[in-house]
């Protein structure tokens, strides 16, 4: 199974960018999916989650501005970045929660693609 992310690039503060998160492999089906994000110098942070049962979850840092969705017959996530702040910018990874065959579950990462928001 892999997590390839793609969307990350260069924006003014006040701009949107959507990332996807592609999941290739041996996937028979996709539990919960999240976006974390890290900074420089800082630890990983979740920054949006869709749980198994369906809750959506974002930190205060981020609410109201990003949206999780995904789109199951793609094996697909997505997440939607408005109104960006230089502090939005960091590396943003992908994690999903996947079992590859009845008796496989596992999470897993994608290598991350960077956002950098301009002020």
């Known amino acids: 199974v892999q997590l390839v992310e793609s969307g990350g690039k260069l924006v003014q503060a006040g701009g949107s960018l959507r990332l996807s998160c592609a999941a290739s492999?041996?996937?028979?089906?996709?539990?919960?999916v999240g976006w974390y994000r890290q900074a420089p110098g800082q630890q990983r942070e979740l920054v949006a989650e869709?749980?198994?049962?369906?809750?959506?979850n974002y930190p205060g840092s981020v609410k109201g501005r990003f949206t999780i969705s995904r789109d199951r017959t793609k094996n697909t996530m997505y997440l939607q970045m408005n109104s960006l702040k230089p502090e939005d910018t960091g590396v943003y990874y992908c994690?999903?929660?996947?079992?590859?065959?009845?008796?496989?579950?596992?999470?897993?990462w994608g290598k991350g693609t960077l956002v950098t928001v301009s002020s």
């Open positions: 869709i749980t198994t049962g369906g809750n959506t």
């Open positions: 994690k999903a929660d996947i079992s590859s065959d009845p008796w496989t579950r596992a999470d897993y």
């Open positions: 492999g041996s996937v028979l089906r996709i539990h919960s």
